[in-house]
């Protein structure tokens, strides 16, 4: 099982910034596939982005493309998640996940097995 830990998560205003991380550890697999997802008030939960092995295969959601950025750092086992010009519509708990045995890698929720607690993010107009 992976253990993920997101951090980066406050208040900015409209048009803001921010950017998440996340620390992975544990699992056996080094072939793991990293999403972040999103989940507001009675919404739905929300796929954002996805990355992949050391050369990093990147899905971004056509919602956020253009001002969400996901990478990686794997010497320091981390995830990132850029997040720019931020309106109140991103207004959510952000999620890191993780999987370990799948077929693609892409942010769909069913893909993931191991899932972090989450980070607030809220966006002010």
């Known amino acids: 099982q992976v253990q993920l830990a997101e951090s980066g998560g406050g208040t900015v205003q409209a048009g803001g910034s921010l950017r998440l991380a996340c620390g992975v550890s544990g699992g056996n697999s080094t072939r793991k596939c990293m999403g972040w997802f999103r989940q507001a008030p009675e919404k739905v939960r929300e796929g954002l982005a996805s990355i992949y092995g050391a050369g990093g295969t990147i899905v971004v959601a056509e919602a956020v493309r253009g001002r969400f950025t996901i990478s990686q750092d794997n010497a320091k086992n981390m995830v990132y998640l850029q997040m720019n010009v931020l309106t109140p519509e991103d207004t959510a708990m952000y999620y890191c996940?993780?999987?370990?045995?799948?077929?693609?890698?892409?942010?769909?929720?069913?893909?993931?097995?191991?899932w972090g607690q989450g980070t607030q993010v809220t966006v002010s107009s």
């Open positions: 996940a993780a999987a370990t045995s799948f077929m693609g890698c892409f942010p769909e929720a069913n893909t993931f097995t191991d």
